[in-house]
Nanobody, 115 residues
Framework: VQLVESGGGLVQPGGSLRLSCAAS????????MRWYRQAPGKERELVAA????????TYADSVKGRFTISRDNAQNTLYLQMNGLELEDTAVYYC?????????WGQGTQVTVSS
């Protein structure tokens, strides 16, 4: 099983980034997919989630209206489009796959918002 995030980097406030998470080794379309993030000195927090079949999405209040989660079940890939980035969005972003009892994590990708 592998979850490989990419797309992180350094961006100025107000900028945009698109994160990707390439999945392999499991039936991607059968898993709830989520993005988490962890800022220095803080606990890991849920950013966004998307369900398996209907693609219903949920977001943390702090990112609503700025971030969009999506998935391509044919390509086994999860995305997070991040617009209007703020300094507080600086964190390591992790991809998560869940179909209990199985839960998988990626290694994370760093997003730094700085002027």
């Amino acid at each position: 099983v592998q979850l490989v995030e990419s797309g992180g980097g350094l961006v100025q406030p107000g900028g945009s980034l698109r994160l990707s998470c390439a999945a392999s080794g499991f039936t991607f379309s059968s898993y709830l997919m989520r993005w988490y993030r962890q800022a220095p000195g803080k606990e890991r927090e849920l950013v966004a989630a998307i369900t398996e079949i209907y693609g219903t999405t949920t977001y943390a209040d702090s990112v609503k209206g700025r971030f969009t989660i999506s998935r391509d079940n044919a390509q086994n890939t999860l995305y997070l489009q991040m617009n209007g980035l703020e300094l507080e969005d600086t964190a390591v972003y992790y991809c998560n796959a869940r179909r209990l009892p199985y839960v998988y994590w990626g290694q994370g990708t760093q997003v730094t918002v700085s002027s």
